[in-house]
Nanobody, 118 residues
Framework: QVQLVESGGGLVQPGGSLNLVCVVS????????MGWFRQAQGKQRELVAR????????DFADSVKGRFTISRNNAKNTLYLRMNSLKPEDTAVYYC???????????WGQGTQVTVSS
C-alpha cells in the first residue's frame, strides 16, 4: 500500500517562500515519476512540477518556472517542492503524486493548503 503524507503548507505574504514536503511509503524506485499538483478553488487540478525517477528529468508548469524547484531524497523516500517569489495566484491545495511502474496507477496525498496573501 502506497501512502503519501504532505506537510509544509501555510499562509505566506506575496514574494515569500515555502517548502513543501511529501513522505512516501514504498520504494521510490518503484515509481515512474513523483510530482506536485495543485487545485485552486473552482479550478481543475493542474501539474505544478514532477521528476522522473529514472534520470531526474524535471517538468514544470510555465507559471512556476524559475520560481519553484522540485527535488527528492531517495534514501528517505521524500519529495520536496521549494516555492519562491510566491504570488496570490499560487494559492491552492497542493497534492503530492506518484505513478507506480507497471500498474501506472496514481497515488495521491491528502493535500496541503498554500495561501498567498497580504
Amino acid at each position: 500500500q502506497v501512502q503519501l503524507v504532505e506537510s509544509g503548507g501555510g499562509l505566506v505574504q506575496p514574494g515569500g517562500s515555502l517548502n513543501l514536503v511529501c513522505v512516501v511509503s514504498g520504494n521510490a524506485f518503484s515509481f515512474y515519476s513523483m510530482g506536485w499538483f495543485r487545485q485552486a478553488q473552482g479550478k481543475q487540478r493542474e501539474l505544478v512540477a514532477r521528476i522522473a525517477t529514472s534520470d531526474g528529468t524535471t517538468d514544470f508548469a510555465d507559471s512556476v518556472k524559475g520560481r519553484f524547484t522540485i527535488s527528492r531524497n531517495n534514501a528517505k523516500n521524500t519529495l520536496y517542492l521549494r516555492m519562491n517569489s510566491l504570488k496570490p495566484e499560487d494559492t491552492a491545495v497542493y497534492y503530492c503524486n506518484v505513478v507506480q511502474i507497471g500498474t501506472w496507477e496514481d497515488y495521491w496525498g491528502q493535500g496541503t493548503q498554500v495561501t498567498v496573501s497580504s
